[in-house]
């Protein structure tokens, strides 16, 4: 589908993969290929497949592919500890630009997160908390 430039037959496939699966073969892809593929994820699925790539893949998309508004539009879908991840990937200042085109709530609680590294408990924490009643049961 992709070597016969038929992108609403790819869409439509890849929208019924699984985001891992849309990884795997998105980092066996040249640059253009990538570029082609992720025009037509839709948000969502395209934020999981930027979350589960390889970091060389990821690297590739963030600098060569992909828009810094297209990123921030991909980041606002992610949890806030898998943004701060790829965010701390990019350099200060372009991630401060992505940061930037965020919800300053969003923008505020990924910063926080970045200041952690990736694999200490504050890195993989997520700021949302939960609170239930004392006499709710599960």
Same mark, same amino acid.
């Given at each position: 589908? @992709?070597?016969?430039? $038929? ?13 891992? %699966? ?36 990821? $690297?590739?998309?963030? $600098? ?8 921030? $539009? ?6 806030? %500890?898998?943004? /701060?991840?790829?965010? /701390? ?9 992505? @940061? /930037? ?19 200490? /408990? ?13 006499? @709710?049961?599960?």
């Amino acid at each position: 589908m @992709l070597e016969e430039n $038929n992108l609403r037959a790819l869409g439509g496939f890849l929208s019924l993969q699984r985001a891992s %699966d849309v990884a795997e073969s998105v980092e066996l892809l040249d640059n253009e290929q990538k570029r082609r593929v992720f025009d037509v994820l839709d948000k969502e699925l395209a934020a999981e497949v930027l979350e589960k790539v390889d970091e060389a893949t990821r $690297n590739e998309l963030l $600098n060569k592919v992909l828009e810094n508004k297209e990123i921030a $539009n991909l980041v606002a879908e992610m949890p806030h %500890d898998d943004a /701060a991840d790829v965010l /701390a990937e990019m350099d200060e200042e372009e991630s401060q630009e992505i @940061l /930037a085109e965020l919800d300053d709530e969003d923008a505020r609680q990924i910063q926080g997160l970045m200041q952690y590294d990736e694999d200490s /408990a504050g890195g993989i924490m997520h700021p949302k908390i939960l609170a239930v009643e004392e006499y @709710l049961t599960v």
